[in-house]
């Protein structure tokens, strides 16, 4: 069993900053890819940032230049610097990792429970 914690959501004024993390925790033997998405009432979840287990990273284009997606692999967490955030990041945040459980096995996707970001204009 894999399980993945995300904390530090919460409300914020437009051009605020938060700090997202997320922990994984359980039967873990490496993680590969990290990466958080994000769902808007009404929308599809989306792509905001990922990190390979080779910290290259790829962001949205919507958080470029104020995002800013990290990792610990010691602590096996996953960190999501939002800087300048804009009423339209208002969503619940996901973590997502790629878990090999045991060497040479397959990756799993696994994801968090989700953590509310509300920015008020």
């Known amino acids: 069993q894999v399980q993945l914690v995300e904390s530090g959501g919460g409300l914020v004024q437009a051009g605020g900053s938060l700090r997202l993390s997320c922990a994984a925790s359980?039967?873990?033997?490496?993680?590969?890819?990290m990466a958080w998405h994000r769902q808007a009432p009404g929308k599809q979840r989306e792509l905001v940032a990922l990190?390979?287990?080779?910290?290259?990273?790829n962001y949205a284009d919507f958080v470029k230049g104020r995002f800013t997606i990290s990792r610990d692999n010691a602590k096996n967490t996953v960190y999501l610097q939002m800087n300048s955030l804009k009423a339209e990041d208002t969503a619940v945040y996901y973590c997502?990792?790629?878990?090999?459980?045991?060497?040479?096995?397959?990756?799993?996707?696994?994801w968090g429970q989700g953590t509310q970001v509300t920015v008020s204009s």
């Open positions: 997502n990792a790629n878990v090999k459980v045991r060497a040479g096995g397959p990756n799993f996707s696994h």
């Open positions: 990190i390979t287990s080779g910290v290259n990273t």
């Open positions: 359980g039967s873990i033997f490496s993680i590969n890819s």
